[in-house]
């Protein structure tokens, strides 16, 4: 049975990033916003527990991804929880678009036990699972730079 990522954060701050989804793409339906936040909670995850990889979402995940950082709180204690935090660097060329990088991703996400939705994980055209208003996507030379957390010094005394 595969691992819910919707566990990851408080049912409360998953509605609040859900309905940030809905905001920005008024014709989104609840439920797929929902699909879209809880795939963006998989893919930090992913890059969490794979620093340096070079892990990219695709161009309606991001969507999630960055109703995720929206909530800087509900974002910064879900990457101290995961054990690094992930960096947002955008970028926008389709042209560039290599369907390995997100191959790998998908890979990595079903490697911690989730199930990545294939729907919202496809390559960036005009033929989107769902429309959003990013228009953002992660080119092949991105690498998701993940911050490792400081280990705490040992206490003098």
Not at 4 to 14: K, M, P, Q, T, V
Not at 81 to 95: A, I, K, N, Q
Not at 147 to 156: D, L, Q, V
């Amino acid at each position: 049975m595969p691992v819910i990522a919707r566990g990851l954060i408080r049912d409360e701050r998953f509605a609040s990033c859900r309905d940030t989804v809905v905001d920005a793409n008024p014709a989104m339906s609840v439920e797929l916003a929902a699909r879209v936040v809880e795939e963006a909670l998989k893919f930090v995850a992913a890059c969490s527990r794979n620093p340096g990889v070079g892990l990219a979402p695709s161009r309606v995940v991001d969507e999630g991804w960055h109703a995720l950082i929206l909530h800087t709180a509900v974002y910064a204690e879900l990457c101290d929880e995961l054990g690094s935090f992930v960096h947002h660097f955008p970028g926008y060329d389709p042209t560039t678009y290599d369907p390995d990088v997100l191959n790998r991703t998908r890979h990595l996400i079903g490697e911690l036990g989730y199930t990545a939705d294939p729907e919202l994980w496809g390559p960036p055209t005009d033929e989107l699972a769902a429309s959003v208003a990013a228009k953002c996507q992660h080119a092949p030379d991105c690498t998701i730079v993940i911050t490792p957390k400081p280990k705490p010094k040992p206490s003098a005394g």
